[in-house]
């Protein structure tokens, strides 16, 4: 195949083209960068620019807006030049690296993310405790706490939409969706209020941006269907309103993690603790999500890929006895917690309770439905389970010196597609141009996941204190540059907040520049 197999002038159908070389797999594989945008409004953006829709396109999770962060992407028989021509027309997007695959990619197919983090202003009595801090974070890992994604930045977090909904409370839970809220842009406000105050759905619909997909779902739905909550609820993409009862869990789990370590400490494991069996390991996963999920994201940038730990490990974990405790056996890293489920066991101490007193608190049974809905009723899920402590893995880290505050301290996959030749649309497995002669399909492609916010592998380590930007007259600044793969589920932020000792709440995560 060359470019003029793919003449830009000829129209192209989303649905597929009989004239596809037989030898070429059926999808193209791309890398996505991006800056400042989320994974859903970067493909918005070069879908419309193809005349497609964003739901053609399969990724394995959502990445954050708040970061340079590349992913891979496949889309249906679409020929890679005409997406590398779209190059010089993005704004903090850049595509590259192209080859063809047999198969798409789909949300929980990630097996992790591999981050690059530079901390600028770092204040210390000494470098000497800048290398403790640091290699403590990488020695002993961090607890692995849901992060502020999974419950969303406004000033309605999502586990109290989900705790409406296990109660039953249908209105409640649309007025929590709806309502005006802190923290919003002023003109989304001023939609919220007018539409408290008058009802008035044809003017909220008309000026609620896109991205309130949640919002305009229930609104749609309830000019059809006045008054009808449990509908309007439901109209909600089902990753989404999932994802509300998700967060309730993980909101359960992030309190019994830390009365686990506040209890019992991190240095070994008591008895009544769960941990996975050595025999049935199921990996890095970490927890049991819907696997019913279309890509679709709402305005509140909450954490919506799913977790995957296959159905078959879900009981492969056992409570420690004391037989378990005289052999030695297992360690703090095997421990886990649940998020509760029908299949989901508790642990046999004292963390327990933890679960049954926060969801009593919230009017919850975590053994009894409160209605008839299942979707909505934590008994209904199966449930699943999270490691309470987690290494960052491949950690590395160094010490920086520099004095312009604007200055780069790392360079980005973005910065190496803009500057480099791999926008071309050059295919890795690129098959010949003509397909007759073809006996079998080009090899495909590794399908691994790229790094989420990464520099490239091939990348030499800088030297200890670098200094970057140096100037006799401007005095300089510590940095620290860390490099660590988590496992899919694990937030680099609960990694940071480890090592800065900061709290994670949402009032104080507003004071910081992001």
């Known amino acids: 195949m060359n470019g003029s197999d793919w003449g830009d002038d000829r129209p192209f159908d989303s649905r597929g083209s009989s004239s596809w070389p037989a030898n070429a797999g059926k999808f193209l594989r791309f890398h996505l960068c991006k800056e400042n945008k989320d994974t859903q409004d970067a493909l918005g953006v070069i879908g419309k620019m193809l005349g497609l829709q964003s739901r053609s396109f399969g990724f394995s999770g959502t990445k954050d ?22 190059n010089k027309r993005l704004y903090g997007i850049k595509v590259g690296n192209f080859c063809y695959v047999k198969e798409g990619l789909g949300l929980g197919q990630l097996m992790g993310n591999r981050f690059t983090i530079t901390l600028r202003g770092v204040v210390a009595e000494s470098e000497d405790m800048i290398k ?61 209020e007018h539409y408290k105050q008058h009802g008035d759905i044809d ?12 919002e305009k779902a229930i609104l749609q739905c309830l000019r059809k269907c006045p008054d009808n909550y449990l509908q309007a609820l439901k109209g909600i993409p089902r990753p989404l309103r999932m994802m509300y009862v998700h967060s309730y869990q993980s909101y359960l789990w992030n309190h019994a993690a830390s009365m686990r370590v506040e209890k019992y400490g991190i240095s070994q494991v008591v008895e009544g603790d769960l941990i996975y069996t050595k025999e049935s390991h199921p990996g890095e996963a970490t927890s049991v999500g819907t696997s019913e999920v279309d890509g679709l994201t709402n305005s509140s940038e909450i954490d919506i890929c799913p977790e995957a730990i296959p159905e078959e490990n879900i009981q492969s974990v056992k409570l420690v006895d004391s037989e378990d405790l005289s052999k030695g056996i297992y360690s703090f890293e095997d421990v886990v917690l649940p998020l509760p489920g029908s299949q ?18 919230d009017g919850i ?48 996959d973005l910065d190496i597609l803009s500057k480099g030749k791999l926008t071309e649309a050059k295919v890795a497995n690129e098959p010949a141009a003509s397909s007759k002669n073809s006996a079998s399909n080009p090899p495909d492609c590794k399908m691994e996941e790229p790094l989420a916010t990464s520099m490239p592998t091939s990348e030499t380590r800088l030297e200890e204190n670098k200094s970057i930007g140096s100037s006799d007259t401007l005095p300089s600044k510590l940095a620290v540059k860390l490099a660590f793969t988590l496992p899919a589920s694990s937030y680099a932020t609960m990694a940071i907040r480890e090592l800065l000792k900061d ?12």
């Open 65 to 86: 807006k708040r970061a340079v962060t590349t992913q891979q992407v496949t889309v249906f028989k679409v020929p890679a030049n005409k997406i590398a021509a779209l």
């Open 132 to 192: 403790a801090a640091v290699d403590g974070l990488g020695k002993n890992g961090f607890i692995n706490y849901y992060g502020l994604q999974r419950f969303g930045s406004g000033s309605v977090p999502t586990h109290r939409i989900g705790a409406a909904l296990l109660r039953g409370e249908w209105k409640n839970a649309v007025n929590l969706v709806l309502d005006p809220r802190e923290g919003e842009r002023d003109d989304i406000k001023e939609v919220r």
């Open 203 to 214: 003017m909220a619909l008309r000026n609620f941006p896109r991205h309130l997909v949640a």
């Open 344 to 361: 989901a066991l508790f642990p046999g101490n004292e963390v327990a309770e933890i679960y049954h007193e926060m969801a009593k608190k």
């Open 365 to 412: 049974s975590l053994t009894e439905n409160a209605h008839g809905v299942k979707e909505f009723s934590i008994t209904s899920m199966k449930g699943g389970y999270r490691r309470v402590f987690q290494k960052p893995i491949d950690f590395e880290w160094e010490l920086m010196t520099y004095t312009d505050d604007s200055a780069s301290l790392a360079e980005t």
């Open 503 to 514: 709290s994670t709440s949402v009032a104080y995560q507003k004071t910081l520049d992001c």
